[in-house]
């Protein structure tokens, strides 16, 4: 059985979510332009390139290639971009950077402690995502509240920074979400088929099994209040807020 088959459960209200979402994402690309979304090929965030493709908006979509991706994020990654009508755009860590930390510290070092698997997210996630984001004036991301109790109170439209972030499907179930990847037939990653709800680098993430937190396959070895990686975690300087 595949993760649409399992999981596809609308809500009762879920064709106003989804008005609502369609009308967000209106809004804006009229109102906010330029934007993009940000991508990690998971469930949330195919739905919303399909609604940016079928709604014909001008939302450019780019995905951070970190080198450490499952190969079959990777062969979504290709697929996405050699099918969506909006611009795919792959950015990747500064190769040096990368060949420095783990000459330093190991291909494991994320496993050792917090800072360092911290440091590994900086090298190869938000340095990327600072990159990704110059010049816009508004993102899209597939945070949803129901995902971890620190995402509890997303936001559908957060201005808490100048650049303003689009939570699109932010109060969608997981139902909602495969319920409409199965509606419209939406070409989602495998591993969701293999108990992986939660997708990131390869070291970082497992399959959970039933019962387990939506996130706890996501750096298992640390404590809950740990796992974030830097791309929407609040900090109290008013630096860039840099986790997927």
Request: proline content about 5%; charged content about 25%.
């Amino acid at each position: 059985m595949g993760a649409s088959d399992l999981h596809a459960r609308a809500s009762r209200d879920f064709d106003a979510k989804l008005a609502d979402t369609r009308a967000l994402l209106v809004q804006a690309a009229a109102d906010y332009s330029p934007l993009t979304q940000a991508s990690s090929l998971g469930a949330e965030d195919v739905v919303i390139t399909h609604l940016i493709n079928s709604l014909a908006l001008d939302i450019p979509v780019f995905v951070l290639d970190t080198g450490m991706l499952h190969a079959q994020t990777l062969g979504l990654l290709a697929r996405t971009q050699a099918t969506s009508r909006t611009p795919v755009t792959v950015y990747r860590p500064v190769n040096e950077a990368v060949i420095q930390f783990v000459a330093r510290e190991g291909k494991e070092a994320m496993y050792r402690s917090v800072d360092l698997r911290k440091a590994c997210c900086h090298i190869r996630k938000v340095e990327p995502l600072e990159r990704a984001l110059a010049g816009q004036r508004a993102w899209l991301t597939g945070l949803r509240r129901e995902q971890s109790n620190a995402r509890a109170e997303v936001p559908l439209v957060d201005t808490s920074d100048p650049r303003v972030k689009f939570n699109p499907l932010g109060n969608w179930s997981w139902g909602d979400v495969w319920h409409y990847i199965q509606l419209h037939q939406v070409d989602y990653n495998p591993l969701h088929d293999e108990f992986y709800p939660s997708i990131g680098c390869a070291p970082c993430t497992r399959a959970i099994s039933l019962g387990e937190d939506f996130r706890a396959g996501r750096w298992w070895w640390e404590d809950e209040a740990a796992k974030e990686c830097g791309l929407h975690v609040k900090h109290e300087e008013s630096t860039e807020k840099v986790s997927a």
